[in-house]
């Protein structure tokens, strides 16, 4: 059981969580929701003993095993299916002693508990599980170092699983994965037996994997039985039953106000406007609504350019002089919508760097239009975004001339008011960092703009 009681924890002057509560019994599976920069991610970090909250407590048996999946992708020359065995510590160590042991009562215990842990099967369950997540059995045998962060992250993903943790955290964990690989881990957390809390902005995966919503609003965790639609439902009854109450409240503390302030110098209605007086000192004050404030913004209308804005005769494009893309051959003009889809690994993101001259062509002719402008929204956003500068200096530095009112005008449009531009990147959320790359592609109202996985880190 995780016990959480009356925590509180600032970033600088942010205050993120104050007097927050929550228990999760075992083998419970818990969604946790709220806005961008709310605190999900921190609070997986205050679970982990990553930071420490600055008062309460966060209560757990100490033998628990906790599993997160690894910031840092496995980039080494181990094989997937060996990254993945490893990650039982428990089993790796067992198997290395089992080699030098020689004492037959410790040997015996080696394989009662080889055999408890179920380790004849490991290799065929880790084969398993990295087969939902998109690696064939010819993939599985290759080197980690071979693949790109987006499979590396899935190979992560796949090792957590497997640890088979007590508390198992996951934060997103359909980012990187297509529709096959998000039906798949969908399927598989809806069977697990342990305890789980999912951040996740899939409404699917929130509908069908938990079992009970904590919202994390107003530095509170409100729980909600069900899945998303039902937290959705219940959550707007509560909200509408507030308003009635409060809105109810007003008009009756209207109301007696006005009957005080009429009779209350009359002698024979003083005692009845002292009554209702202390009415109204002992009216516990019902609960106003202070929604979240939702950021909304839309996609500037550009200066139109005459066709094509692009065009791409018999292009190849790709990394070190070995062509990924080969005979690209596509026109694109003012008014396309195009929705770019395949498996992970086909070059989708190849693609799109391309047309956002982030890499040059191998051969073929590309043409753009001489005053074609483009936004850009990396899905990796570390190649856009400076760790150790914030909002308003992230827009200065391509906007110079601009004056400081306007910059931070078009900044509060995306949320970031106040001390929130002053933000170092490195302290965002995910959420709060996608906002801030919309912020950057559509200040100058471009012709183009190319999103590669914009909503990854959004709220719903």
Same mark, same amino acid.
């Given at each position: ?8 924890? =600032? ?15 075992? !083998?419970?599976?818990?969604? $946790? ?42 980039? *080494?020359?181990?094989?997937?299916? *060996? ?10 160590? $067992? ?17 009662? =508990? ?10 065929? =369950? ?11 059995? &010819? ?23 497997? !640890? ?13 994965? *297509? ?23 899939? !409404? ?37 039953? &507030?308003? @009635?109450?409060?809105? @109810? ?32 000192? =002992?009216? &516990? ?46 026109? +694109?003009?003012?008014?396309?919508? +195009? ?18 001259? !982030? ?68 302290? $965002?959320?995910?959420?709060? @960092? ?14 183009? +703009? ?8 959004? *709220?719903?």
């Amino acid at each position: 059981m995780l016990q959480i009681k009356n925590i509180a924890y =600032r970033i600088g002057e942010r205050l993120l969580f104050e007097n927050a509560t929550l228990t999760v019994p075992n !083998r419970h599976k818990v969604g $946790l929701v709220g806005r961008n920069g709310s605190g999900k991610t921190t609070l997986f970090r205050l679970i982990t003993g990553e930071i420490e909250p600055d008062s309460g407590s966060i209560l757990f048996n100490q033998r628990l095993k906790i599993g997160t999946v690894a910031q840092e992708a496995p980039s *080494d020359l181990k094989t997937l299916l *060996d990254v993945v065995l490893e990650a039982d510590t428990e089993r790796n160590s $067992l198997l290395i002693e089992s080699k030098t042991a020689s004492d037959p009562f410790r040997i015996a215990e080696i394989h009662s =508990r080889l055999a408890d842990i179920g380790s004849h099967t490991a290799p065929s =369950r880790a084969a398993a599980i990295l087969y939902g997540l998109g690696f064939d059995e &010819q993939i599985q045998h290759q080197s980690c170092n071979s693949l790109s962060g987006g499979w590396r992250m899935r190979v992560a993903l796949a090792a957590t699983l497997f !640890r088979r943790p007590d508390l198992l955290l996951l934060d997103e964990p359909t980012n990187h994965l *297509d529709l096959e690989s998000v039906i798949w881990l969908e399927n598989h957390l809806a069977r697990w037996e342990g305890t789980v809390i999912l951040i996740s902005h899939e !409404r699917s995966l929130l509908n069908n994997t938990v079992h009970e919503i904590v919202h994390l609003e107003s530095r509170m965790l409100q729980r909600y039985t069900g899945g998303y639609n039902d937290f959705e439902r219940i959550r707007r009854e509560k909200v509408a039953h &507030q308003v @009635k109450s409060h809105t @109810k409240q007003q008009a009756e503390i209207k109301r007696i106000n006005k009957f005080v302030e009429r009779f209350r110098y009359k002698a024979t209605k003083a005692r009845q406007a002292q009554s209702r007086l202390k009415m109204l000192e =002992r009216m &516990q004050p019902a609960a106003s609504v202070i929604e979240d404030r939702t950021i909304s913004f839309a996609f500037p209308q550009p200066d139109p350019l005459p066709p094509p804005l692009i065009s791409l005769d018999q292009v190849q494009v790709g990394y070190d002089g070995i062509a990924v893309l080969h005979n690209l051959n596509l026109r +694109i003009d003012m008014d396309d919508r +195009i929705a770019l889809i395949g498996p992970n690994g086909n070059g989708k993101s190849t693609f799109i760097r391309l047309l956002a001259g !982030r890499l040059k062509r191998l051969s073929g002719e590309l043409t753009k239009s001489k005053k074609l402008k483009i936004g850009y929204f990396a899905q990796h956003q570390a190649e856009e975004l400076t760790a150790n500068s914030n909002a308003f200096e992230h827009l200065k530095l391509l906007h110079p001339n601009e004056t400081e009112n306007r910059l931070r005008a078009h900044l509060g449009r995306f949320g970031f008011e106040g001390e929130q531009a002053n933000t170092k990147v490195s302290n $965002l959320s995910g959420g709060e @960092k996608a906002k801030l790359l919309f912020c950057l592609i559509t200040k100058e109202n471009p012709q183009m +703009i190319l999103l590669d996985e914009p909503t990854n880190h959004l *709220d719903i």
